[in-house]
């Protein structure tokens, strides 16, 4: 029992911590001035953060990597995406911020103009009308991408701290155009496999009603790992200024 005791111990009071030092004189204070500061010193601290850090459990963004994602599984269609490399994330700007203290509610929008995202794919089923079985290279260009990131943050108290316990909703996208290149489409046919590409760009905004709810949930996963790993071990004390509790 003694043991559990210290464990427990462990678990809550040496896991507290400050925020990464690099950046600590990056925190805004809750006033009329935070959104102004918010987004200056957020946009700063965004390629800092890509940078990963090990002992906050941050993942490294200059590329975000994943190993698999099934993007499509239906009776006439299986397209599979692996060791994708996701580049330009460290490049994202905050350019608005919405909050609501009462209901710890913060809106996010950032914007990127370049983010690309490379890797294998594997296909089985039809494209058109042609049947398919193949796979190669993938890259897709997202060009001038909002995001749109909505969290409230739910109070935890651990030991003597309080906590935040960001819950995030679904997040919102747009972009001004989206370019995919699938390559080997259809072996050495290349004809073929260009005019499909072709067919995907010029239609590229009905394929993103259809695989873009998928990709918004992995660009959502990096920015709820980011949060949610530091809120777990950082206490609100360390996250503001001056007081949580203060009122615009």
Known sequence: MRYLHLVIYFVIY???KELPIYMRHLRCP???DFKECFIE???AAIPLIAKGDPEYNLPKMNPFEIPIVRLLESP???LNL????VYGLEELKIIDIEVDLKRRMFKTTLSGQNVTVVGEYSVDGKI???PIKTKGLFSMYLKNGVYIATKIDHIEHKSDDIYYRPVF???EYNFEKVEFRLDSLFGQNEDIGNQVNKYLNNNWENLMAEFGPQIARILSKIITDIFDNLAAVVPV???FLDDPVFKF
């Open 237 to 239: 004390k360390y996250i």
């Open 128 to 130: 058109l009308i042609m």
């Open 30 to 32: 809750l006033t009329h």
């Open 76 to 78: 006439s269609m299986a």
């Open 14 to 16: 040496v896991d507290s």
């Open 41 to 43: 010193k957020g946009t």
């Open 169 to 171: 909703d679904p997040l």
């Open 82 to 85: 692996t060791n994708l490399k």
